[in-house]
């Protein structure tokens, strides 16, 4: 029996993250790799639940150490966003859509990254590419994670190709816009009831800069005032997670997707060189228009800011 390699993306999965996992893994059975299985990184998020539970496609296996595992990567490749003790395990292939990260296996591997909207349009083309056509179930899965993560295709992050595979998956998957707008209100709705904590690590990530590590976390609204009653809460707990996680700074990042804006809500140790590279901060705060994309918009200007430009020569 050949062994099990796991299909799996970043911590705090979100869809693309466990939806791409999952339609890799069974197009790799379909090429005849019996062995490949889809995981996750960690607990499902409400989104995630509803989209998997319509499909009817099983939750995926739990990996919580890397230890030992043969791995095909989804949706990062960085160490601060993969399972514990990554440098263990046997990465066999990366299919990506973020910047590149740390990752960097010993011996030569599969390695595809395109700045599309989701990882979830690259797995797809590859689906089309053997002439193998998805399951419903399948294409429920790539659908969703692309409509999720370029926010029904109105994220500036969006490609040609994004739209291309979402409009091709569409008849297969048998939902329509109706079904996107239901898994955007679970992501918005949701935010009254969930816990500070909750709100900050659910689509959290850590990034490693010159500077130092930055956490920033993403909560969608559908109106950017949502928040501002629970402002001392949540400061408080962005603040205990900088403490506890010994991070420079931790951001949440709070965006509009009517308006298309987003909110930084800041907190940490040197907010010069945050202002420096961003922008200036009004009571920790920073409003930036136009802007919805973590990967595309803001950790690119964080690199910038971070990037020690004016430390002394010959550190
Ligand atoms: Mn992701
Ligand atoms: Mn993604």
């Keep these: 029996m050949a062994s099990t390699v796991y299909v799996v993306g970043h911590r705090n999965p979100d869809t ?5 996992a999952i339609a890799y893994a069974e197009l790799k059975q379909r090429l005849g790799h019996a062995g490949v299985r889809p995981a996750r990184a960690g607990e499902l998020n409400t989104e995630t639940a509803f989209v ?4 009817g496609v099983p ?5 919580e150490d890397a230890t030992g595992c043969d791995l095909i990567l989804v949706d990062h490749n960085e160490r601060a966003q993969a399972l514990p003790h990554i440098e263990r395990a046997n990465i066999l292939e990366i299919w990506e859509h973020h ?35 998805p399951s419903r179930a399948m294409a429920g899965m790539l659908l969703a994670a692309i409509w999720s993560d370029t926010v029904n295709l109105r994220s500036p992050t969006t490609s040609d190709k994004d739209r291309r595979m979402a409009a091709r998956m569409e008849p297969l998957a048998g939902v329509d816009a109706s079904f996107s707008e239901e898994m955007l209100r679970l992501r918005t709705d949701s935010v009254e009831k969930r816990s500070a904590a909750e709100l900050i690590q659910e689509d959290y990530k850590e990034f490693e800069f010159e500077a130092g590590r930055v956490g920033v976390g993403q909560v969608e609204v559908m109106d950017s005032d949502a928040l501002a009653p629970r402002r001392q809460e949540i400061l408080e707990q962005m603040h205990t997670l900088r403490e506890s996680s010994g991070l420079m700074q931790v951001i949440l990042m709070i965006t509009d997707v009517q308006a298309g804006a987003s909110d930084l809500w800041v907190v940490g140790d040197r907010l010069d060189l945050f202002e420096r590279g961003v922008g200036p901060l009004h009571d920790g ?3 930036l228009p ?17 990037a020690m430009v004016d430390a002394p020569a010959g550190r």
């Design 99 to 133: 910047r590149l990260g740390d990752l960097r296996p010993p011996a030569p591997i599969v390695f595809h990254c395109e700045p599309v909207g989701a990882t979830a349009t690259l797995i797809g083309e590859q689906y089309f590419l053997h002439s193998i056509e």
């Design 285 to 287: 705060v920073i409003r």
């Design 52 to 55: 998997l539970r319509h499909f």
């Design 59 to 63: 939750v995926p296996e739990l990996i």
């Design 16 to 20: 693309d993250s466990v939806c791409s």
């Design 290 to 306: 136009g802007c919805m994309s973590r990967k595309k918009q803001v950790v690119p200007l964080l690199e910038q800011a971070f």
